[in-house]
Structures are given as structure tokens and as C-alpha cells.
């Protein structure tokens, strides 16, 4: 793969036209700081997507908009918006009724930002003498001042409020009004991890009391203000709640879920909402199927924090630019609790929150394999159609999914026995073919009667919805009955997964019925529909208006703005009743509570087992629990850069293992860019082909898009991408383990990974798979070449055929022909590989080998993990085997045994090393002290082979070479 430069040294230019260019770098770059925060990376409008007028397959323009010309900056400072757009009330305040609230007009010619403004005046003040102490935990009470209303409700005119500073890297700032019910999630839902105890704290807190109270946390080795509340507009009142903090830079990354179109945020005034729906990420402003209020914040110097609100109500933040970058905090309910955390960079940072919040488990290893679903299976010999094509076109994949259509009308733990009729005999198949099973499960459980009746003839023994009434585990409406909405069986209703002890008891029953009654013995359970979702507004009987349902406030959320604002719209009625609280408070953490108790059901019913639990809705902390995916996306170019977009963030999220439907699950598929996508997914974490029944636009059926639906070359060329995923999956492997024991995350951006080059912070179309592999794909089409940045190092592609010498860091373009994906190995790592198999049950028996990629001092380091790949305590147990390989300026490799609690099955052995950067062949080659044969050692390309070697796998060695 040919690399060519796009930059020049210049040294040959006459010093005068130096000088000439300097100055004209200096006027742009004063024009692009001018032009910053009108940056239109993330514009609001939606882009074009799949419509009835798009023939199958034609390119949809999603073209970048035009930046507008600059706006002259109308601020002196971070300014917090008076009239909020509220979807309750869409009108706006003119100039006087601005005055009128104790606000200021400003004229301005920015499309977005508020002319009416919050003065200093509104907020809350701190009476005496109080300060932020010296020790561990500060407290004070504050009093209003300002209006005592808003939207005609009461504002709080105390409230208390709490720094306690967790450990070095660590606080929490916590208010609460007085004399409040309001509302906090409880322990049982999301318990934060306290680190050790401060010893030596890397900041420090002030309480900031004129003009407006505030609460300042600074860097100490940086003097960086990381956190600073002392804005106007600080509220407290039961349904509407605000606070603002200043940045220090405008580089955020986080907050989710929405289909951002950049990885760092577009800082131009844009708002985001925050409440769990069923919407698919299509029109990019609305919020999705998961909420998780975290960011992180990448400081000039290259360090970084991050900053979690730890409240599950309806919620949104307005964002704005430099050079007064601020976020303004609007939720409907609750208390704010803040957690921040402070990191070296930002890895450092990010293991922190996930310390706080949970670190994800081990994966089962089948599940890093390739994955073929889709929705539409008529029956079970159009599945095994499928499946047995892939298999004879020997495409490498591990599990089988079933979606929704090998249930009994869409019952639960059911399946048809006339459409799927030998369903069990089949996942027996599919077991002994070394290969895995996963079903899908939706929330509602079928209550019509008819059908339920129906799925009972089916399925002897089935009475999920009698004994769900019997035990009491289903949401309330108001009056205390039980709330029927209407999902894929019709008349539904809603397991209350927040009454955790009694529904667990619960599910562990039908998921057993399923397995044992039905016979299908699934191995992983993918929990969809859970946001919770209802094809009807609130419940069949509709909801009753009041202020749960209506609230006084509507953030900015998909369909606020209907019944004259509302909330329930998709979903239930926010006045229903649950065991945390009312559906109001607790809506976001539906999914959460689900996967909580779906993977509590499956440890008691395998309690040596990994569960393998996908879920579509999560909350902060349910990575403790399943894994997820970005839902239903499109068949279109701009989705594969957006699945890069939402994989990144959901690692900022805690969720390593998460992925997008290849090829899009709405729309027939180009194939020239499915094929692509195929290739991107080679380093998914999570890698399913899954796509629709119909199209979204019109009710044609939707064609397969498996490897092996394709002609001869596509599956040739996705079948080499496959068997290079499975090569590397050692690898993968250990970066999971990373993940689960240090909360490093599997995926990073480049960012992540070198924070201190700023050409590498608004990079989200090239991606790092751990800390050794950068991934370069194709996102456009009809392109043979792509354009990369390589940060400073050496890096090294797989053939050998190129290594990139990157000493600054520097713009490339890389040739990318149809069949071939770049991706290059960072100078500096060893990485380990195995040959692959057609699933992980046969690969992992294979021979390994190692990829040792030099750095400058000819030097390289790597890790490998294995054990059992599915026990659920093999850390805990100490039954695993770690080792060390170490790469010493070009002379020694030495392979160390860290931790030798597994034995891997068979003689499983080391039988090749490769080393890329090498500038001489070794004239001799020592194994442990034994002379090799030149036989042995080749030259492939530029890559130093030691080749038919036998290194077990569980036991210490060293290869020596002289270098002359």
C-alpha cells in the first residue's frame, strides 16, 4: 500500500517566501479562530436519508453544509439563555418582557445564541463567612436571589450544598434543596465506587461567592479552572432545574446517546436532549435509545477530566463556544450530584469514571466473533439457508441470532412450532458445529387474551403473563393498576425490572422455560424495545394530564412538543408506577433495570458462566452488565462514519464491546459500500451483520446482505477480512481484559491516544483498536485512496510492503483499493496473532504467532491474555495466563510467563514471530540458547520471519540475534 506524503519540508524555498508563508499561515489561522464557533461539523439540520424518491442502493448527498461567514462575538463572557425553547410553550420573550424577568436583551446577529440573557442577580447567593475547608467534606447552605418563580412554579429559596473530595483524582459536588422530596437514584440502581482516600490532591476547591455563588475546582500542576459554577441562572425548583459551569477548552467529547455527526462537540449553541426512545439514529438532533450525562473535557496541555451528573430525569444541555466555552445543565427533576474526575490524559481520566461506575466484565470469547441476524427470517428454512451458505462460502462467524421472528407472535421465551418448527434440533446443530445461539427478548410481555391463549396452545406450560400478575411485577399506572401498552404481541405489559429481588426470581423462571420447555438453549439473550418502548402514546387508556406528564418545562426531546408537551409519547405514562419511584424519575433507567436483572437471572441460573447480554437502552453503569449496540441505522455512507462517532463515545460510556449493524439495518444495500462496511467492521468490537424486514419508506422486503448473499468477489474479499479479525483476536482478547481489570477502553480515538498533538483531537474517521492498531477505512464512495493523519512514530501495515515514518505527525494518502482496508501497527508494539479458524471454538486451538513492531530505539512491548473464555471468575480465580513480551533494541526477544494459572488446550504453541523495522538480516538466530537454521528465518517483503518454530505458549523463552 503506497503511501504519499502530502506535506513538504520547503527547504529548498528562498527565506523570503518562508517568511511570506508564515505570514499567511498567521492570517489563517486568526480567520479560523474567528470562524471556530461557527464550525458547522455537527449542524443540527438532518441529513438526507433513505426516502421513497432514492432508488436502492443510489448514493444519498450528505455533504458537509457551507460555514457561514463569521459572526462578530457578541459576549464578554459565558452567557446562560433566560427563554430556554420549551416544547410546552414555544413562544419566546421580546425586549421587554426580557426586562421584565430580570434578564438583559442583546442585539446580536447569531443565528443561534440567546438575546435574552440571565443577569447576575439570578442565582444564589452565600451568606456569612463560609469557605471551602481544608479537610475531606465542605458544606454550606445557599439562599436565593432573583425570581421566586419559574414557570409558575415555587423556586427553592435554600439549598444545601456538598463538596466531598473522593481521593486525589476525585470529588463530588452534590445539592439538594431543603426541606425537598426530591428525587435521587438509589444505590441499588448505580452506587458510585469511592476511590482510596485523598493523599496528595491534584486540585483544589473554592467556593466562589460574588458576583453569583459558585463552586471553582482547579488543576493543581496546571492552574487550569476545570469546573466553574459562578454563572447566573442557578435554579432549584420540583421540575426545573439549572446550573452552568465554564470550560477551559471548548474540546468536549460525550454526552449520549444522539447520532453526533463529530466526535468533539460542535460548541455553536447546539442543545441536546436526554431521555431514552425509540428512535433510530436518523435525524441527528434527537436523543436516542440510551442516556449517559458525561463528557469529557481535553485541556490544552493534553490533560483531561471528565465530569458524570448523576440524575436519570429528562434532561438536555445547551453547549457554547470559545473563546467563552460553557455547558448549561437543564433537567426536570431530581438533584444534581456531580462527580468529576481529573486524569494525566484523558485514558487516565476515563478509567477513573469507569472505576466509579463499574468496569465492564469479560466477554465470552465466542462473542468477539462474527455475528449473522437479521429481521425477516420467514421461517426456520429460510435461517438455515443462511447459515449453511456462509458456512459452504467459508465465511469464519460464531453465532446465529434469531430476532423476533422465531417467536410465537411475538411472546416471550416462546417459539413457533409451526414456522420454526424444528428450531431445537437446529441450535443442536448449530452447538455441535462449535458455533452459538443468541435470541432476542422484548420488554412488553403479550397480555391480549386471545393470542395469549394462542401462545399457550403453542407453548405448553406458558403462563408468563399469569404469573407475572400473581407475583406483582408489573408497572402501575396511576391508580394502581396494572399498565397496558401496546408492543410486537399487542396488548402488553411492562415487567417493573426496578423491583429487583422479587422480578429477578421472575425472570430467571421463563428464561429456564425457554431453555428447558422449549428446548432452545440459547447462549446469550439480546433485550430490545427496552426504553421502554409502546407503539402508543402512554398506555391504552391514554394518560392523564398533570405534571408528571406534562411537565411545566420540556427539554429538547423527540416529540416533546405534542398534546400541547408531553413525555410519554412512544412510551408509558410518566405518573406510572415503580419500585424505585415514580415512571417519571426512573424512564431513562428502564433498560438499565432490565439488564441488571437479566444478568443477575443468568448467573443464578449458570452461576460458572459468562452471560452475553446486548441491550439497545442503557444508563450510566449498565456496562456492568451487557454490552450494546447503536440500533437501527441506515444502509447508507454517512452511517459508517457515524457508527465510528457513537463507538468512540460509547467507550467514554464504559461499553468496550459495542458495534453497528454492518451494512445498515434499514434500506437495500449499495455493494460497494456494504463491502466497505465489512471491511470497517474488521475491527469492530461487536461484529454483527444484522439489517430489517422492510423498508422504512415503502413495505418492499428488504434483501439479505450476509457475506455470502453477495457475488464470488465480494465474499472473497469479506472473507479475508474476516479471517484477519479472527487473526488478531488474541490480541482483542487482552484488550478486553484491559478493560474489564484497568476500565482502559478497547476502542480509542486518536485523541485518547495522543493528546498532546492537537491535529489529532477532531479525528473520528480513523480510529486506534487498543493502544497498537490504527485503523484507516474507506467512508466514501467510489474512492480507491484514503486520507490519514499518522501521528509521530513509526508504523507498519500487515503486508510488510510499507512502513510510515511519521516524525511530527503527518497528513497521508494511502492507497485503499476495493479489497483492502488500511490499518498499520504503532512502532513500539508486540502484537499477538492466531491462525484462524471458522469460529473461535477451532481457532483457538491454532498456532500462534507475534507481530513485533519497532520503534525508534528498535524496541517493542505487548501483552497477551487467555483463559477458559467463558468462566465468569477466571481473574478472580487466578485460572488464567498472562505474559510479557519484550523486544530490546533490536537484538532480544524475551517472552515471560506473568501469571501461569491456565493451560491452554493441546500443545498450543508460538510457531512464527514477525518483526517490521529491522534495517539488517540476523546472521544467526538463538532459541533459548539453541542455534536456529537458516531455514528458519526469511525475509517477506520488509518483514524479519522466524518461521516452524514450536514456543509453548505457557513457559518462558528468549530469541537472540546479532544484528550484523
Not at 120 to 127: A, F, R, T
Not at 160 to 172: H, I, K, M, P
Request: proline share 7%.
Amino acid at each position: 500500500m503506497a503511501a504519499t506524503g502530502r506535506s513538504n519540508s520547503g527547504r529548498h524555498t528562498c527565506f523570503m517566501c518562508i517568511l511570506f508563508m508564515m505570514s499567511a499561515a498567521a492570517i489563517v489561522m486568526s480567520a479560523l479562530v474567528l470562524n471556530r464557533m461557527l464550525n458547522d461539523d455537527d449542524d443540527e439540520s438532518p441529513r438526507s436519508t433513505l426516502s421513497p424518491d432514492t432508488a436502492a442502493g443510489q448514493k444519498v448527498d450528505s455533504s458537509t453544509p457551507q460555514v457561514p461567514s463569521p459572526v462578530p462575538e457578541f459576549r464578554t463572557e459565558a452567557v446562560v439563555d433566560c427563554d430556554p425553547p420549551n416544547q410546552r410553550d414555544p413562544s419566546r420573550v421580546d425586549q421587554e418582557q426580557c426586562g421584565q424577568r430580570q434578564c438583559k436583551w442583546i442585539q446580536h446577529s447569531h443565528e443561534r445564541a440567546p438575546r435574552c440573557v440571565l443577569t447576575k442577580s439570578v442565582g444564589y447567593s452565600l451568606p456569612g463567612n463560609v469557605q471551602a475547608g481544608p479537610g475531606s467534606l465542605s458544606e454550606a447552605r445557599i439562599v436565593r436571589k432573583g425570581p421566586t418563580k419559574i414557570y409558575d412554579r415555587p423556586v427553592y429559596k435554600e439549598v444545601d450544598v456538598s463538596v466531598d473530595e473522593y481521593g486525589d483524582n476525585a470529588l463530588r459536588i452534590f445539592f439538594r434543596p431543603v426541606n425537598s422530596s426530591a428525587f435521587e437514584i438509589p444505590d441499588e440502581a448505580l452506587k458510585i465506587n469511592r476511590p482510596s482516600p485523598a493523599t496528595n490532591k491534584k486540585y483544589k476547591v473554592e467556593f466562589v461567592r460574588e458576583p453569583t455563588f459558585g463552586i471553582k475546582v482547579t488543576r493543581k500542576s496546571s492552574n487550569t479552572v476545570i469546573f466553574d459554577s459562578s454563572l447566573p441562572g442557578l435554579t432549584f425548583s420540583d421540575q426545573f432545574l439549572q446550573i452552568s459551569t465554564r470550560l477551559p477548552t471548548d474540546n468536549v467529547y460525550g454526552f449520549g446517546e444522539h447520532n453526533h455527526r463529530r466526535y468533539r462537540h460542535d460548541m455553536n449553541w447546539k442543545t441536546w436532549g436526554m431521555f431514552s426512545r425509540d428512535f433510530a439514529p436518523n435525524d441527528e438532533p434527537w436523543n436516542l435509545y440510551s442516556v449517559h450525562p458525561v463528557y469529557m473535557n481535553l485541556e490544552s496541555d493534553g490533560q483531561a477530566n471528565m465530569v458524570f451528573l448523576k440524575n436519570s430525569n429528562a434532561m438536555e444541555v445547551t453547549l457554547q463556544p470559545s473563546p467563552y466555552p460553557a455547558i448549561t445543565y437543564r433537567t426536570i427533576g431530581g438533584v444534581l450530584d456531580f462527580y468529576v474526575f481529573l486524569g494525566e490524559n484523558p485514558n487516565h481520566a476515563l478509567q477513573q469514571y469507569i472505576q466509579a461506575i463499574g468496569r465492564p466484565p469479560m466477554p465470552p470469547y465466542w462473542s468477539l466473533g462474527f455475528h449473522i441476524c437479521r429481521w425477516g427470517y420467514r421461517d426456520l428454512p429460510e435461517m438455515k439457508k443462511v447459515h449453511e451458505r456462509n458456512i459452504l462460502a467459508e465465511i469464519p462467524f460464531d453465532t446465529q441470532w434469531g430476532d423476533i421472528d422465531y417467536m410465537y407472535k411475538k411472546f416471550d421465551f416462546t417459539y413457533d412450532k409451526t414456522t420454526f418448527a424444528s428450531l431445537p434440533q437446529f441450535v443442536e446443530q448449530v452447538h455441535n458445529r462449535g458455533k452459538k445461539f443468541v435470541v432476542i427478548v422484548d420488554s412488553g410481555i403479550g397480555a391480549n387474551k386471545t393470542l395469549y391463549a394462542e401462545a399457550r396452545s403453542n407453548s405448553s406450560g406458558y403462563s408468563m403473563y399469569d404469573d407475572a400478575v400473581q407475583r406483582d411485577v408489573l408497572v402501575k399506572n396511576a391508580t394502581g393498576d396494572i399498565l397496558i401498552g401496546k408492543v410486537w404481541p399487542g396488548q402488553s405489559v411492562f415487567p417493573d425490572f426496578t423491583n429487583v429481588n422479587k422480578i429477578t426470581d421472575f425472570w430467571a423462571r421463563w428464561i429456564k422455560f425457554f431453555v428447558k420447555n422449549e428446548s432452545i438453549p440459547a447462549d446469550g439473550l439480546w433485550i430490545d424495545m427496552d426504553e421502554p418502548a409502546s407503539f402508543i402514546p402512554g398506555s391504552e387508556n391514554g394518560c392523564q394530564r398533570n405534571d408528571w406528564n406534562n411537565p411545566p418545562f420540556i427539554p429538547k426531546i423527540k416529540d416533546g412538543e405534542k398534546d400541547g408537551g408531553s413525555l410519554y409519547y412512544k412510551t408509558l405514562c410518566m405518573d406510572a408506577q415503580q419500585n424505585w419511584g415514580r415512571h417519571y424519575d426512573v424512564h431513562s433507567m428502564y433498560g438499565h433495570s432490565e439488564s441488571m436483572v437479566t444478568y443477575r437471572a443468568l448467573t443464578k441460573l449458570y452461576p460458572n458462566k459468562r452471560p452475553f447480554i446486548v441491550t439497545r437502552s442503557s444508563f450510566a453503569g449498565t456496562s456492568q452488565y451487557a454490552s450494546t449496540w447503536l440500533g437501527d441505522n441506515d444502509g447508507q455512507w454517512s452511517h459508517m462514519h457515524d457508527s465510528i462517532v457513537g463507538m468512540l463515545e460509547y467507550q467514554m460510556f464504559g461499553f468496550p464491546m459495542v458495534g453497528a449493524d454492518i451494512c445498515g439495518f434499514f434500506g437495500a444495500d449499495q455493494r460497494e459500500m456494504c463491502l466497505r462496511w465489512y471491511q470497517l467492521a474488521t475491527f469492530y468490537p461487536f461484529a454483527r451483520s444484522h439489517n430489517g424486514i422492510y423498508s422504512p419508506h415503502n413495505s418492499s422486503f428488504v434483501p439479505d446482505q450476509d457475506p455470502a448473499f453477495w457475488d464470488p468477489d465480494f465474499v472473497r474479499i469479506v472473507r479475508n477480512h474476516l479471517l484477519l479479525r479472527y487473526k488478531f483476536l488474541p490480541y482483542m482478547y487482552t484488550c478486553f481484559k484491559e478493560a474489564h481489570v484497568d476500565g482502559k477502553m478497547v476502542l480509542r480515538s486518536l485523541m485518547f491516544e495522543f493528546p498532546t498533538d492537537p491535529n489529532t483531537w477532531a479525528i473520528d474517521q480513523q480510529f486506534m483498536f487498543g493502544s497498537s492498531i490504527l485503523v484507516s477505512p474507506v467512508l466514501e464512495e467510489n474512492k480507491k485512496t484514503v486520507d490519514a493523519y499518522i501521528p509521530k512514530g513509526r508504523w507498519y501495515t500487515y503486508n510488510g510492503d510499507n512502513e510510515v515514518n511519521s516524525w511530527n505527525g503527518q497528513n497521508y494518502t494511502l492507497d485503499a483499493p476495493l479489497h483492502v482496508l488500511n490499518f498499520h501497527a504503532k512502532g513500539g508494539s508486540i502484537i499477538p496473532m492466531q491462525d484462524p479458524g471458522n469460529s473461535t471454538h477451532y481457532s483457538r486451538m491454532n498456532p500462534m504467532g507475534l507481530w513485533c513492531a519497532l520503534d525508534e530505539s528498535n524496541s517493542a512491548s505487548g501483552s497477551l491474555f487467555m483463559d477458559d473464555g467463558e468462566s465468569i471468575d477466571s481473574i478472580a480465580r487466578k485460572n488464567y495466563l498472562e505474559l510479557r513480551f519484550t523486544l530490546q533494541k533490536g537484538r532480544q526477544l524475551d517472552i515471560n510467563v506473568m501469571h501461569g494459572g491456565y493451560t491452554p488446550p493441546g500443545n498450543l504453541s508460538f510457531t512464527s514471530v514477525e518483526i517490521s523495522g529491522l534495517s539488517v538480516f540476523p546472521t544467526s538466530v538463538y532459541i533459548d540458547g539453541i542455534k536456529m537454521d537458516a531455514s528458519h528465518i526469511r525475509l517477506k517483503r520488509k518483514i524479519l520471519q522466524f518461521v516452524d518454530i514450536s514456543l509453548a505458549v505457557n513457559k518462558n523463552h528468549t530469541i537472540t540475534w546479532n544484528p550484523f
